[in-house]
């Protein structure tokens, strides 16, 4: 199977739901194709994409991130310290600081793990766990503010046609794309992810590889906290508590493997999607806010039952040769094998 | 040559259980830690308030441990105790005939939801992270439904003396179910068919597989059993409560998890106990109780967990370096 199949493999099945539900709902309520209820979801998915994105090259390297909402706490706080008047330099200053604090909180992380050699689910638990004290010392309760001009830039619209959020969040995923499927170092993370022993004996730096990953995990975590903290226009320590286990199921239902090496980025909006849709067409209706949780507990699981691995071989031996013709030829020629 | 043989069992046994010594160790030392701190820690009443606070850890990460042997996790420990909680409150509502079949049938619910996300993680090979966490979901939002965001109810005089009552008034009741419990985990872990099968599983499940054990269906189970712990947790702690509470499950998914942890039980499976994990609980417990008696506030107390946590990380995987290095 090459490159293309298997990532229209990987993404169809979650694009395909979307459409589902997103029809089904324009049908049930037309509010829901009105151009101001999608801004509004534009805005709301930018931080669970950041979160996702950061999660996404983390698990192709083969590890996980847990600090990933002590990190979006800490950049969400540092912004909203920060002195607020309209002045360029705040707004460098804005630009900069929370950035720098992301990736060295990103390095730490990588430099404990891969010189360590522990755990990194155990590893960014504690690193979270700290940083989150650390947050709660420089803003035990919500509160701080940020400049006007720079809340107005991040959230409003560019050109006055295009929404600020999708087209920050468009662009990182194909600065992400490129760096994943056209740059030596995605090659790198890919090939790490895929199996390490052999990552580092055709000479592929593993250790340099696995700090940069996290470290850029810090630094998607800085940009989802900032995003926060321009939408809200304020900080909350604790706003990042939630991003830790969305952003792994973001990832997953974007077809990346929890175990490393298959996946990428294409995936990750329709998996941020998935989360708000569905509270946003429950919301129309007027459904109570309780079948939510239920309705997006049941969607998880049907997304997750598309995108599993073991769920797409069951399919191939129902349906055969109709959707999977190689899968079919891989088996007779004796292959049982899973071969992708 | 008796005493020689003897020497040699001794230092097997001390090497093979090195991180449950210095567990234990760990537990002596923070105890006496505390008591230079302020007098009165190691009082007998305190130590039992800190042993009754910690038999809700234990109870909860029984299941966790479990799970993670596995070389899986279960991350809706936290809605399971939440449900847990608010359905026995709703089901009792201050009867004591009410009692028994009450924590079954919550039981019964949490071996339903546990043994739903082991199918799919075991038969549709979903990864447990996620899976647990959709069925998280799916039971908060069952639980606020069928509460309506109000949980009521009263527990009943029985589970209230079960939660904070104590046996001929020295050891309270809660400690004492708690080591049953434990002893029940460890037997079925190190002295089961069942327990060998969970180990194998968790250091190689393939090789498992080939080796004839259903490995899909002792997943399942594993999952169940977690379920069960966490529910029976829950239960047991609206006994301590009194009300019922919709938030008093959350804190537990990482806690039970950092308990396991620092209870030496390997993330990968296949490795540790619930030995370890006992010692874990006390230990996050105590450290918490410390911290308190300092005067520290929440921020320190976070970075405290997290800075133990990383350092017996680093103590433990040092360890199996060693072990490399000789061998």
């Not at chain 1, 920060?82 to 707004?91: G, H």
């Not at chain 1, 050109?159 to 662009?171: D, G, M, N």
């Not at chain 1, 055709?202 to 940069?212: A, D, H, L």
């Not at chain 2, 079949?101 to 939801?113: E, R």
């Amino acid at each position: 199977m090459n490159e293309k199949q298997q990532n229209i493999r990987l993404y169809i099945p979650i694009y395909l739901i979307i459409v589902c539900i997103y029809i089904i709902a324009g049908v049930i309520q037309p509010i829901f194709f009105t151009w101001n209820n999608n801004v509004n979801l534009f805005t709301r998915i930018t931080p669970l994409i950041f979160a996702g994105l950061a999660q996404t090259f983390v698990m192709l390297a083969g590890g996980i991130d847990l600090s990933i909402g002590a990190i979006i706490g800490i950049t969400n706080v540092i912004a909203a310290s920060l002195p607020c008047p309209d002045t360029p330099i705040n707004i460098i200053l804005w630009l900069f600081v929370p950035l720098s604090a992301g990736l060295a909180i990103g390095l730490i992380n990588g430099l404990i793990i891969s010189k360590g050699g522990f755990p990194p689910l155990i590893v960014t638990l504690a690193t979270g766990a700290i940083w989150l004290g650390v947050t709660l010392c420089i803003m035990p309760i919500p509160g701080g503010i940020i400049s006007l001009s720079v809340s107005r830039a991040v959230t409003g619209k560019l050109f006055k046609v295009i929404p600020s959020p999708l087209f920050i969040f468009l662009t990182t995923i194909i600065i992400c794309h490129f760096i994943l499927r056209r740059t030596k170092f995605g090659r790198s993370i890919y090939a790490l992810g895929g199996d390490e022993t052999i990552a580092y004996e055709s000479g592929i730096p593993c250790n340099k590889v696995k700090i940069w990953v996290y470290g850029i995990s810090g630094l998607l975590g800085a940009c989802s906290g900032m995003f926060l903290s321009a939408w809200m226009f304020s900080a909350d320590p604790l706003i990042g508590q939630p991003y830790i286990l969305n952003s792994i199921a973001v990832a997953v239902i974007s077809g990346t493997s929890l175990s490393g090496g298959r996946g990428g980025v294409i995936g990750i909006i329709g998996g941020a999607y998935i989360f708000y849709l569905l509270n946003n067409i429950l919301n129309l209706l007027g459904i109570s806010s309780f079948y939510q949780f239920v309705a997006k507990g049941l969607i998880l699981i049907l997304a997750l039952i598309f995108t599993s691995s073991g769920v797409n071989l069951e399919l191939k031996e129902w349906f055969g040769g109709y959707f999977y013709k190689k899968g079919r030829l891989l088996k007779k020629a004796g292959n049982d094998e899973q071969k992708d | 040559m008796n005493r020689k043989i003897s020497n040699i069992k001794i230092n097997n046994l001390i090497s093979q259980n090195k991180v449950i010594f210095l567990l234990y160790g760990l537990v002596i030392i923070l105890f006496i830690f505390g008591n230079t701190i302020s007098k009165g820690f190691l009082n007998y009443n305190h130590v039992c308030a800190i042993l009754r606070t910690a038999s809700f850890l234990g109870i909860v990460s029984m299941g966790q441990t479990i799970a993670i042997l596995t070389g899986g996790i279960d991350l809706s420990v936290g809605p399971m105790i939440t449900m847990g909680n608010v359905f026995v409150c709703m089901f009792i509502n201050g009867q004591n005939s009410n009692t028994l079949w009450a924590i079954l049938f919550v039981i019964f619910l949490g071996v339903l939801f546990g043994s739903f996300s082991g199918l799919g993680v075991a038969y549709l090979k979903i990864s447990p992270l996620v899976m647990t966490l959709a069925v998280g979901s799916l039971i908060t939002g069952i639980t606020l439904i069928f509460s309506k965001g109000a949980p009521k109810g009263l527990a009943s005089p029985i589970l209230r003396y079960i939660g904070v009552g104590s046996l001929f008034d020295l050891l309270p009741v809660i400690i004492f179910i708690w080591l049953i419990l434990s002893v029940l985990c460890i037997l079925l872990l190190n002295f089961s068919v069942f327990g060998r099968k969970i180990y194998y599983i968790g250091a190689n499940e393939k090789a498992a597989f080939f080796s004839g054990i259903k490995t899909n269906f002792t997943k399942t189970m594993a999952y169940s059993i977690s379920g069960a712990t966490a529910v029976l947790g829950g239960a047991l702690m609206a006994g301590y409560t009194q009300t019922a509470f919709l938030g008093i499950g959350d804190e537990y998914i990482l806690w039970s998890i950092a308990a396991v942890v620092i209870g030496g039980t390997a993330l990968t499976g296949g490795k540790g106990g619930y030995v370890g994990t006992i010692a874990g609980a006390i230990i996050f417990v105590l450290l918490e109780s410390i911290l308190t008696v300092m005067n520290m506030p929440e921020a320190v107390r976070k970075m405290a967990n997290g800075a133990i946590i990383l350092i017996l990380i680093s103590i433990y995987y040092n360890q199996e370096k060693a072990k490399v290095k000789i061998y």
